[in-house]
């Protein structure tokens, strides 16, 4: 019994000298294995305890279950110290948060699909739908059926590419109405996104590819008041809330009464100084409009007395151009890592 | 149109304000492209020349002196050496702001010199137009009188652009006319009434034969006893503000009354018409003509002439011939005012290549109306040159008056939103020219157009023209409420979410040119090209792409989409296309593995899964332009909707791609319409895994070992998933390793590893058995 207890003091001290010598936790579990574990010193002594006389054994055994706990607590302290220091030294450290980001792999939509998206969604939330249609076409749905025969003077602001007898490259996406309006009776709501061709030169400000949004509204008790309210809005929309809308009388054949459609300059917001945006004017052209000629529904059986709507084609690059100030439109086409990134 | 304001005054006292006239017409349909403003001139006056004498001390210097209304003669020296006795000129007295210099008093070689002669350079005139020297004014006009004033040099010029549908308003007098309703203002119109009243001397009428029905109106008018010469300085400086180079008296009177009336003239030499007939007809197979250009054309029967009994004399609406041109000599002459069919002269000017600016009015067809007022103005203007005119011969159909449109009142509010009373839309109406009478108790209007309007047919035609006068701005904006329809938009919004998907994949979306400069046996050709680069419509997309990868130098991730065309037989067959990919710097794995082509693919499906709804697989094909090792089919289920592979370095480096690039090109026409995902409850038991170390002859594709073992476990297995793959020595040549991991599972009950094992040794057996696999060790 006396050499069982000196064994336990000696143990505890040996172990208590160290613990404290222990510099991390892997020390601190070796020393538990070395003493508590299933071979360690104190399991041997409390297997000793078995060969004692049974009226000693259990106050050996008290004796040792001490001497175990006591060395539990001071591993578990220890254990705590180590946590807490390296909470303290996770808490120590500091970076710059300034240093620049590592870029996200975000990919982007062209500025030409995101005025194009925008538009459509505007008209959507107005009860429109989306149509697309076919960038070849036929003379039919690109002139005659939209009141321009051959002899007709305006045919010739439709410089196009032709690609057989009766068929072209769409100079405009008008021909979506008069699809559109042979396919379902009124009402009619559509906006029509579509690329167009032109045999225009090339230069700063003219692409013989560009884009166009295509707007028709047909039903009873449409007017030409509900073309300013929808087209104002949408520039406010895509320009913000001090945007104006100016309406000029001009002339389409599909149209009737027509007009040119003008928008605040977002470079200049209207000053009428120099702008290269402009030229001045302090207004950017957005695009042609008018109510639906009525030789226009007649063609495609609508009864023009009781049935009154309008259209409206617009640019977007053009728009893009003035929205995004970029100083040449043929960026919009070019391999230009830089425009897409900066726009993005 | 070059539109000096001082000539629209004559007819309508608009404000001399060039920015608020622009903006005014512009607002009635008219742009302004531009303002040609003219210079500030003050203090010079017209001027009598009393005496010329020589320069006492100066041989090439002369002294005149000049009445300017002062109680004295001013004394002017000057080096011009046109200057007489009995001239009247333009004089900057001391004072005096020009252009470019200010008047001052001096003293040239001993004579004090007050003030200048001036030339019309001077007068910010184009110099080359008018006389060397000092400009030469009308004796008519008072000494002292203020030249800027008198000729309206302080009047800026608009350069006016005019719709089509507008030819009366390519005309000073149309303009004044749009302005005079829009201000309310009164229009001044001077008198169309033809001073021609008598018959001509035996032999000398003109005599017309309108052979073709191209032309509706021919008035030919018959002058004598004229004098070719210089025009009055009041015409010729119009003209020149207008853009208009005078020539003389004669050309001089044609240009100016087509730029006031807009009805285009041509005088003929009368004693060159053979015959004394003039006949309108087609020109004769090869018929050779000398225009006034000095150009010898050859005709053809698609040309409208003009000619005589002999020979062709002019091109119908374009181009007099030098034939019968008016010489110095010239005394008599005829005048043609004319109508021609617009669509007719268009085609003749295209195909001639020749465009003038009396062509620009006939091709936009002219009111027949115009004829008569034409010849007016012309004879007007020639008898106050000392002409004599005879009356003037209409040849056609009389301008018959349009019938009368019934326009309801309630119409212009029904298109415009705008309620107008009836008396207002009658004021608007009959200010641009209209008879309006009020029909039906008020409600109704019955509207006859002006003869010079041939653009006025219909109802809405009208409500356009009451809305111009208004005020295009005065229409209150208004919101419709949009009636339900069942329009889909579904194409549209496939395309977006891939867009979208593609953005979110980290691709950045291009636009690039869908003419290109060559395409495959089916492709589509354009007939007119702009250039040899674009010539042809793109097929795919992926040319477009790999110039991209090209352009942009570094590797990128982009993607389009877009119309791709081919011709199959008569038919064009058009459809939508999706591309994507990426450039990379070159390659750096062993031949076997291509961890790009497995990002790329991972993209494709999770775009597929996205848009459809469905798994894509990809099978091994070869596509032209593709790596022939590194291509495959994109198929769901058992529909190919596109390719995805690495591009042909062949072709990569022909297009100087620094390294390869990847492309996956998606038919988006062939996908079928997405599928909503079922949620499906997983089993709520532990699952285990084995992975598989298997060898297998090259040939063997994953797709085949994981197929084969989800078969041979059936639902135990929830996935199988190749990870890894191997070719080396150890191996064996022809061979390679391929990693599996199986997981297994119960529905039911907890699978065991007893379960697990047997199902690793059926798997075994029967990949064994159909490929040869066996197990690496
Ligand atoms: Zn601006």
Redesign the interface.
């Known amino acids: 019994m006396t050499n069982l207890a000196e064994n336990l003091r000696d143990l505890q001290q040996r172990f208590t000298v160290a613990a404290e010598a222990a510099t991390d936790e892997r020390a601190l579990e070796s020393l538990r294995v070395a003493y508590l574990g299933r071979n360690g010193e104190v399991t041997k002594l409390r297997r000793a305890i078995g060969e004692l006389p049974a009226h000693e054994r259990p106050q050996a055994g008290k004796a040792v279950n001490d001497v175990v706990a006591v060395m539990e607590e001071r591993l578990r302290r220890r254990l705590e110290n180590f946590d807490s220091r390296k909470v303290a030294s996770e808490l120590a450290a500091s970076i710059d948060v300034t240093f620049p980001a590592i870029p996200a792999a975000l990919g982007s939509l062209h500025p030409v699909r995101r005025i194009i998206d925008e538009s459509c969604a505007y008209f959507r939330r107005h009860g429109f739908a989306v149509v697309v249609g076919a960038e070849a076409e036929s003379d039919y749905y690109n002139f005659d059926a939209l009141n321009i025969p051959s002899d007709h003077p305006s045919r010739e602001s439709f410089d196009s590419f032709r690609l057989s007898d009766g068929m072209l490259l769409r100079p405009h996406t008008s021909a979506m109405q008069i699809r559109t309006m042979q396919r379902h009776r009124p009402p009619v709501a559509i906006v029509a996104p579509g690329k167009c061709y032109r045999r225009d030169a090339v230069d700063a400000r003219h692409l013989f590819q560009f884009h166009q949004v295509e707007g028709l509204l047909v039903a009873e008790g449409i007017h030409f008041g509900h073309l300013k309210g929808m087209l104002t809005r949408l520039c406010r929309q895509l320009f913000g809330p001090d945007q104006n809308v100016r309406f000029r009388p001009s002339y389409f054949p599909f149209t009737e009464p027509s007009a040119e459609v003008d928008t605040t300059c977002p470079k200049c917001r209207g000053a009428r100084g120099p702008c290269s945006m402009c030229g001045g004017s302090g207004w950017i052209e957005l695009g042609g409009a008018g109510m639906v000629h009525p030789c226009v529904l007649r063609e495609v059986g609508y009864e023009p007395d009781r049935y009154s709507g309008w259209a409206f084609g617009f640019g977007v690059e053009r728009l893009g151009l003035a929205r995004y100030e970029v100083d040449d439109i043929r960026r919009f086409v070019a391999s230009d890592r830089d425009f897409l990134t900066q726009l993005a | 149109m070059l539109v000096p304001i001082s000539w629209l005054r004559e007819f309508v006292a608009v404000p001399n304000d060039a920015q608020a006239v622009a903006d005014r017409l512009?607002?009635?349909?008219f742009?302004v492209a531009a303002i040609e403003r003219r210079p500030r001139i003050a203090g010079v006056v017209v001027g009598r020349i009393a005496t010329v004498e020589r320069h006492p001390n100066a041989d090439r210097l002369l002294v005149a002196r000049v009445d300017v209304a002062r109680p004295q003669a001013q004394t002017i020296a000057t080096a011009a050496t046109n200057v007489a006795a009995g001239q009247t000129i333009a004089v900057a007295t001391i004072g005096a702001t020009l252009p470019e210099l200010t008047i001052r008093a001096r003293t040239m070689r001993g004579v004090a010199s007050e003030g200048m002669m001036i030339s019309a350079g001077e007068l910010a005139l184009p110099a080359p137009w008018f006389e060397d020297g000092i400009m030469q004014l009308d004796g008519s006009l008072t000494p002292g009188t203020d030249v800027v004033e008198a000729f309206g040099l302080d009047g800026d010029v608009l350069d006016v652009e005019v719709?089509?549908?507008?030819p009366d308003a390519m005309a000073i007098l149309g303009l004044a006319r749009e302005l005079a309703a829009s201000y309310d203002l009164p229009l001044r119109v001077p008198s169309f009434v033809n001073p021609g009243r008598r018959e001509e001397p035996p032999g000398a009428r003109p005599a017309v034969s309108v052979e073709s029905p191209d032309c509706e109106r021919f008035v030919a008018q018959r002058f004598d006893g004229l004098r070719v010469g210089p025009a009055p300085a009041w015409m010729r400086i119009r003209l020149a503000l207008a853009g208009q180079r005078p020539i003389n008296n004669l050309v001089d009177v044609s240009n100016y009354v087509m730029l006031e009336t807009g009805q285009p003239l041509h005088f003929y030499d009368a004693g060159e018409i053979a015959g004394g007939r003039l006949i309108v007809r087609d020109a004769h197979d090869g018929e050779r003509l000398i225009t006034l250009d000095g150009v010898e054309r050859a005709l053809s029967p698609r040309a409208l002439v003009i000619a005589d009994e002999a020979r062709a004399l002019g091109l119908a609406g374009l181009m007099g011939g030098a034939s019968s041109e008016v010489t110095p000599a010239t005394t008599a002459i005829v005048l043609e005012a004319a109508n021609f069919n617009?669509?007719r002269i268009?085609r003749m000017s295209a195909a001639l290549g020749l465009r003038t600016e009396a062509s620009a009015r006939h091709?936009?067809?002219l009111a027949p109306a115009l004829t008569d007022a034409g010849a007016a103005r012309a004879s007007q203007l020639l008898t106050d040159f000392g002409a004599t005119a005879y009356r003037p011969h209409a040849f056609g159909a009389p301008a018959a008056a349009a019938p009368p449109i019934a326009l309801h009142v309630a119409e212009v509010?029904?298109?415009?939103?705008?309620a107008l009373p009836a008396e207002r839309i009658v004021r608007h109406l009959r200010a641009l020219g209209c008879e309006a009478v009020v029909t039906q108790n008020g409600t109704a209007l019955s509207v006859t157009p002006p003869p010079w309007r041939r653009d006025l047919a219909?109802a809405?035609?009208l409500?356009?023209e009451v809305?111009?006068i208004e005020g295009?701005?005065r229409?209150?904006?208004?919101?419709?409420s949009?009636?339900?329809?069942?329009?889909?938009?579904a194409?549209?919004?496939l395309?977006?979410a891939i867009?979208?998907a593609?953005?979110?994949?980290?691709?950045?979306?291009?636009?690039?040119?869908?003419?290109r400069r060559s395409g495959g046996p089916a492709a589509?050709?354009?007939?007119?090209?702009?250039s040899e680069e674009?010539r042809v419509?793109r097929e795919s997309l992926a040319p477009g792409l790999i110039?991209?990868?090209?352009?942009?130098?570094?590797p990128?991730?982009?993607?389009e989409i877009?119309?791709v065309?081919a011709r199959d037989g008569d038919r064009?067959v058009?459809r939508t296309g999706a591309a994507f990919g990426f450039s990379v710097d070159g390659p750096g794995e062993p031949s076997w593995r291509d961890s790009a082509f497995l990002r790329l693919k991972g993209d494709c499906e999770a775009l597929l899964r996205r848009v459809t709804g469905a798994r894509a697989a990809v099978t091994p094909g070869s596509v032209p332009g593709f790596h022939p090792g590194k291509t495959g089919s994109v198929t769901l289920g058992d529909r190919r909707v596109g390719v995805i592979g690495a591009v042909d370095p062949r072709r990569a480096k022909a297009c100087d791609l620094p390294g390869n690039a990847y492309l996956c090109l998606i038919d988006v026409d062939a996908l079928p319409p997405h599928r909503t995902p079922h949620y499906r409850v997983r089993s709520k038991f532990p699952s285990t895994y084995r992975d598989l170390a298997l060898t297998v002859d090259t040939a063997v594709a994953a797709a085949e070992i994981e197929e084969a073992i989800a078969q041979v476990l059936g639902s135990l297995c929830t996935e199988v998933r190749a990870f890894d793959e191997y070719r080396g020595p150890q191996v064996g040549e022809g061979r390679k390793s391929l990693a599996v991991r199986v997981t297994l599972q119960r529905s039911e009950t907890t699978i065991t590893d007893e379960e697990a094992d047997d199902a690793v040794t059926r798997v075994l057996d029967a990949l064994g058995e159909r490929f040869g696999a066996t197990i690496r060790t």
């Open positions: 512009a607002m009635l349909g742009p719709t089509p549908n507008r617009g669509p268009r091709e936009k067809s509010e029904r298109l415009l939103g705008l219909i809405a035609d409500v356009e809305a111009r295009y701005d229409i209150p904006e208004a919101l419709p949009v009636p339900a329809h069942a329009i889909s938009s194409a549209f919004q395309e977006n867009a979208l593609l953005a979110g994949l980290g691709y950045h979306e291009v636009v690039t040119h869908s003419l589509v050709e354009v007939r007119n090209p702009l674009h419509l110039e991209y990868f090209a352009g942009a130098g570094e990128i991730r982009v993607f877009g119309r065309f064009l058009e």
